[in-house]
């Protein structure tokens, strides 16, 4: 779970949200926050003693750590949270409707006491009910929120406490669904944040089942210790899809050198194709009737054969500078066009495996 001073709800931008982005970041945010209340109610191996048997507490010998928070100031820092992500999302949606209300989980809380493990079901409940109300207002205020908001509660379901429960039906099958909505948010969420996360989230389906198989091949990391491992890689999923990590951040100067060796390689291939292409049918006419003219002018110009072949030679080169100019500029063009989306793959598949660096330490195969 992120410490408090991580609670930003605003997603980054350079001008004015005219596309509704920044409800969309938001709305990812408030996800995987509520995700995150539930799972601390979930869970009490999670929970932190309050003080309330009567006996003086002991002066701190530090600052508290999050972790280290009661259980119900951590809820209730969670749902100021959820009042402040609804507040943002409906000013900036301009949705005048009335907003899913928090009360009854503060008035849950406020009746409760430790210990806490005899209010867990109330306390699920609760929240469960919050979550409802927030799945329907966000998804009746605009599709791309609400589609935003289940993707950061899924993606923070992954994540969490994976010690305690089975790992394999994380990824078996959910992971289809988050790279859809990965496909369909990917407009609205930071640049190569989707196509990162969704080639991440391959990798480690990939990596899960392969641990999970009868007779695991030779060097494949055990469950345990990829569950061990899937706390950090949430963080860095949620970092990226929320603009707080550009994942071009995490590229180095050896990334950028394949980078450029690939798409060299790439261009020419792509060159060579098209003078394949374009020689028949567009190339050898062009020659043809350039050394017909060139050697019709030698032949009529009159003067030595020195004469006549320094003629036919400056004939012929600025025929050929003429034919380059005119198939150079629109191949020209269309590379120009090409190489944008070959540029932006390349980048992808290098900060696809920067970002699925917690995979790597637990020794799946790159």
Known sequence: MQPADQLQWEAPSDGEDRDGRSAVVTALHLGWWLAD???????PHAWSPEAGDGSSPEPP?????FTEMPVARRLRMYLDGVDVALTRIAASTADGRQRPSTAAARSHLDRAGPPWAEDAAELLSTIDELNMDVLRWTMAT????GLAYRLGRSLA???????????????????????RWLRALAGA????????????????????????????WSGTPTVRGLAAAVRDQGELWRG????ELDPRDLLDEDDYAVVAQRLIIRDRRLVVEAVRGIFRPVLVPL????LAVVGVSALAASGSPTTRAAIALVGLGGGLAAIWRSVSRPALAVAGQVNRPLLDAELIVQMVDRVTEPLWRAGARR
Request: aromatic share 6%; hydrophobic share 40%.
């Open 240 to 243: 990226v899809l929320t603009g």
């Open 189 to 216: 969420l930071p640049p190569f944040s989707a196509e990162v996360v969704r080639g991440s989230l391959r990798a480690w389906t990939t990596a899960v089942d392969a641990a999970n198989t009868v007779e695991p």
């Open 157 to 179: 379901d992954t994540v969490r406490n994976c010690e305690l429960e089975p790992l394999p039906p994380r990824f078996n099958g959910r992971q289809e669904q988050l790279s």
């Open 142 to 145: 605009d599709h791309r929120v």
């Open 287 to 290: 020659l043809a009737a350039l």
């Open 61 to 65: 010998r530090k600052l508290a750590n």
């Open 37 to 43: 209340a539930f799972h601390t109610v979930l869970h």
